[in-house]
């Protein structure tokens, strides 16, 4: 029997024809499919770069100190994105508790969010730490670090109307001529605001800070024989091993922000001091504790009897009432190796 098509008995030779365009349509619909299949995938991929991409550009805005737009792009980026859901969580938080709006950080850092980078995670139980008042033992390195980084730029402003800098300047101005003290480590050096100070004095800065843009703007006062970036606690450790000496080393506001930091430096300060040596530091004075944590301005205070009792190693040979950022109450402590 011959194939009927529309009514009509088609021929071997049309019957050929109809196979052949039956193929045809079948590789029509094969082309089809594997064209949409391209695209979908290269779509998932521009999809997956514009995620990462956002997710940059919101780091960005954080770390320029742009917290409403930092916001919003990790808003957006949790909402359409899937990669960095728990990030944006913790981002969102942190920049809420910036913006001292710790209700609004509840909510998105104590969803359950599950997060690789240790690092992240440290800071997420210090964050989850601060809202619900817990006690506070130390401040994570990366939020030091941002912390200094975003007030890199006016800093000077911030602290042109202390008093406190030329008077540490005159200090080591005597102690230089007096005792002939000419090293000087100044740890949490920050943008070099006392060693611009000493510029006419005859000695060597060696400088030291966690923030990197503050040790950038430290580079351009020209101040300095060397400066690091690097955490402070690490930096002693390997000036320790590699035997270093200064003659007066710094710690100005240094354990504002690292309290942990504080018994350690105690004990081990005396090492890298000559038999001479000079320590200064500064701090914010406590009102009630021994030590005290700032909930608002992420700061610790400590008490006078405090400070005396952990350098009591050393000789106390200068005190007195100063000011420094954030604080009216603030002292002032020179001690002798």
Same mark, same amino acid.
């Given at each position: 029997?011959?194939? &009927?098509?529309?009514? =009509? =008995?088609?021929?071997?030779? @049309?019957?050929?024809?109809l196979?052949?365009?039956?193929? %045809?349509?079948?590789?029509?619909?094969?082309?089809?499919f594997?064209?949409?299949?391209?695209?979908?995938?290269?779509?998932?991929? =521009?999809?997956?770069?514009?995620?990462?991409?956002?997710?940059?550009?919101?780091?960005?805005?954080?770390?320029?100190? =742009?917290?409403?737009d930092?916001?919003?792009?990790?808003?957006?980026?949790?909402?359409?994105g899937?990669?960095?859901?728990?990030?944006?969580?913790?981002?969102?938080?942190?920049?809420?508790?910036?913006?001292? *709006?710790?209700?609004?950080?509840?909510?998105?850092?104590?969803?359950?969010?599950?997060?690789?980078?240790?690092?992240?995670?440290?800071?997420?139980?210090?964050?989850?730490?601060?809202?619900?008042?817990?006690?506070?033992?130390?401040?994570?390195?990366?939020?030091?670090e941002? *912390?200094?980084? #975003?007030?890199?730029e006016?800093?000077?402003?911030?602290?042109?109307?202390?008093?406190?800098?030329?008077?540490?300047? @005159?200090?080591?101005?005597?102690?230089?001529?007096?005792?002939?003290?000419?090293?000087?480590?100044?740890?949490?050096?920050?943008?070099?605001?006392?060693?611009?100070?000493?510029?006419?004095?005859?000695? $060597?800065? $060696?400088?030291?800070?966690? %923030?990197?843009?503050?040790?950038?703007?430290?580079?351009?006062?020209?101040?300095? *024989?060397?400066?690091?970036?690097?955490?402070?606690? %690490?930096?002693?450790?390997?000036?320790?091993?590699?035997?270093?000496?200064?003659?007066?080393?710094?710690?100005?506001?240094?354990?504002?922000?690292?309290?942990?930091?504080?018994?350690? &430096?105690?004990l081990?300060?005396?090492?890298?001091?000559?038999?001479?040596?000079?320590?200064?530091?500064?701090?914010?004075?406590? @009102?009630?504790?021994?030590?005290? &944590?700032? @909930?608002?301005l992420?700061?610790?205070?400590?008490?006078?009897?405090? #400070? *005396?009792?952990? &350098? $009591?190693?050393?000789?106390?040979?200068?005190?007195?009432? #100063?000011?420094?950022?954030? $604080?009216?109450?603030?002292?002032?402590?020179?001690?002798?190796?």
């Amino acid at each position: 029997m011959g194939l &009927f098509f529309f009514g =009509k =008995k088609l021929n071997s030779k @049309k019957k050929i024809t109809l196979t052949g365009l039956l193929s %045809s349509v079948k590789k029509l619909f094969l082309s089809l499919f594997l064209n949409i299949r391209t695209s979908t995938t290269s779509l998932f991929r =521009k999809l997956k770069k514009l995620e990462e991409t956002n997710y940059k550009l919101g780091i960005f805005f954080y770390n320029a100190g =742009k917290i409403d737009d930092a916001i919003l792009r990790f808003k957006i980026l949790k909402l359409f994105g899937k990669k960095y859901k728990a990030e944006c969580s913790y981002y969102i938080g942190r920049c809420y508790i910036i913006l001292l *709006k710790y209700a609004k950080a509840k909510k998105d850092l104590f969803l359950d969010i599950e997060i690789k980078n240790p690092d992240m995670r440290e800071e997420l139980m210090y964050c989850r730490n601060l809202l619900e008042d817990k006690f506070i033992q130390y401040i994570p390195h990366n939020i030091l670090e941002h *912390k200094f980084d #975003i007030i890199s730029e006016s800093y000077d402003a911030l602290c042109s109307s202390a008093i406190t800098y030329d008077i540490i300047a @005159k200090k080591i101005d005597e102690y230089s001529k007096t005792i002939g003290l000419f090293s000087v480590l100044d740890i949490g050096c920050g943008t070099g605001i006392l060693a611009k100070r000493c510029t006419n004095i005859k000695v $060597s800065f $060696s400088g030291v800070d966690i %923030s990197r843009k503050m040790i950038k703007v430290s580079e351009t006062t020209g101040c300095y *024989k060397t400066l690091s970036h690097a955490e402070a606690g %690490s930096f002693v450790n390997n000036a320790l091993s590699n035997n270093a000496l200064y003659g007066i080393i710094l710690l100005l506001d240094f354990f504002t922000y690292n309290p942990q930091l504080l018994p350690i &430096f105690a004990l081990n300060m005396r090492n890298l001091l000559l038999d001479n040596g000079i320590l200064i530091i500064s701090y914010k004075v406590a @009102k009630d504790n021994e030590i005290e &944590f700032i @909930k608002e301005l992420e700061e610790f205070r400590y008490n006078t009897d405090y #400070i *005396k009792k952990i &350098f $009591s190693q050393y000789t106390l040979i200068h005190e007195e009432e #100063i000011s420094l950022l954030n $604080s009216q109450n603030s002292r002032l402590m020179i001690y002798c190796n």
